[in-house]
């Protein structure tokens, strides 16, 4: 499985970006996930769906201002961001599992090369 990330760039405190994953090659998934790294921080968990039944999952920092979602036939998914906040920025990655396991707790199989957000006036 290939992930293509993007939609990175750089938002104004309470603005929005939306962040698209697109999957190729053996495509089938149980859960894809946003994961983001900010300097010197670990990488953390943002936001996951299970693929089949679309139930999402977010970290509690970013519940109630990240959506994630997911075209099947687009084999893509996606995470719009609202109001954020200069928190928020870090490099975003998506990754894909084929575990049946929550996202929030699972090991990830493939992971795209991530995209950067930056929130900043």
């Known amino acids: 499985v290939q992930l293509q990330a993007s939609g990175g760039g750089l938002a104004q405190p309470g603005g929005s970006l939306k962040l698209s994953c697109a999957a190729s090659?053996?495509?089938?998934?149980?859960?894809m996930a946003w994961f983001r790294q900010a300097p010197g921080k670990e990488r953390e968990f943002v936001a996951g769906i299970i693929w089949r039944s679309g139930t999402p999952y977010y970290a509690d920092s970013v519940k109630g201002r990240f959506t994630i979602s997911r075209d099947a036939g687009k084999n893509t998914v996606y995470v719009q961001m609202n109001r954020l906040k200069p928190e928020d920025t870090a490099v975003y990655y998506c990754?894909?599992?084929?575990?049946?396991?929550?996202?929030?707790?699972?090991?990830?199989?493939?992971w795209g090369q991530g995209t950067k957000v930056t929130v900043s006036s």
């Open positions: 090659g053996r495509t089938w998934s149980y859960a």
């Open positions: 990754a894909s599992t084929t575990r049946r396991e929550s996202p929030m707790t699972a090991s990830f199989d493939y």
